[in-house]
């Protein structure tokens, strides 16, 4: 990307650092495509040997037999199918969220901790309302523990818990956990005069800059390059 030449040094730096991140995000969605194909390559395969076992196990013809005989000795799978599938797939470890105490200013952050536990270990959870228990099982003090405690109290009186499905309780969450105006206040400060680099360093501007944009909405490239200028 071709600059100003009255560009001043620390603008083209802060530039250069932007492009470079977005290069790397777009290296690790690769990235993460590559090993989605292989697992979905992997599972196909096992499924196919399954298959195959499954066929070679099936009963044969009953045929009458002489009075007097011994049966057969039992045929043993192929070793090779055994181990197939035996052999359980590594999964990546991961630590459970940090409890919750319900400040909106860290509730966007426990929210994205509790989905990503859930899609990398969604073996443990067999239904919403498992999921929906487990992630109230964070909320410790403060409004998150109040709001908690009126959802359990509102079951013991009503006999059903209110929140039915995921969906409907990352809602309840946004409406009660999140900022109450964080789009227009990202807008603001991007459309302001007063949003300026100051004193920070580029990692932390660049944070910065990153949740604004995320906040406010804007994809447009050039519209990020204007507003991060």
């Known amino acids: 990307m071709l600059l100003p030449v009255d560009t001043p040094p620390a603008v083209a730096d802060a530039l250069g ?4 991140y977005l290069q790397e995000l777009t290296k690790h969605q690769n990235a993460l495509e590559h090993v ?58 991961h630590s459970s969220p940090p409890n919750f105490s319900g400040e909106q200013t860290s509730g966007r952050a426990f929210l994205n901790s509790c989905t990503l536990y859930l899609r990398l270990a969604p073996e443990q959870f067999s239904c919403d309302e498992e999921k929906i228990f487990w992630t109230l099982i964070f909320f410790k003090d403060g409004h998150a523990a109040r709001w908690s405690e009126n959802l359990f109290c509102q079951e013991a009186d009503t006999g ?70």
Do not use: C
Not at 62 to 87: E, F, H, M, Q
């Open 160 to 229: 059903i818990f209110l929140i039915q499905s995921w969906a409907d309780f990352e809602q309840q969450f946004w409406s009660q956990f999140f900022l109450v105006n964080a789009e227009a206040d990202a807008v603001n400060a991007l459309e302001g005069s007063l949003y300026y680099q100051g004193n920070r360093t580029v990692d932390d501007y660049l944070d910065s800059f990153l949740t604004l944009v995320s906040d406010a909405g804007y994809t447009d490239p050039q519209t990020l390059v204007m507003k991060f200028y």
């Open 17 to 20: 650092y932007l492009q470079h």
């Open 36 to 93: 989605t194909n292989n697992t979905l390559a992997d599972l196909t395969a096992q499924l196919q040997q399954l298959t195959q076992l499954m066929t070679s196990l099936a009963p044969a013809p009953t045929v009458a037999l002489p009075p007097i005989t011994t049966s057969p000795p039992p045929v043993n799978p192929p070793s090779l199918v055994l181990s197939a599938l035996t052999k359980q797939r590594m999964r990546p470890k």
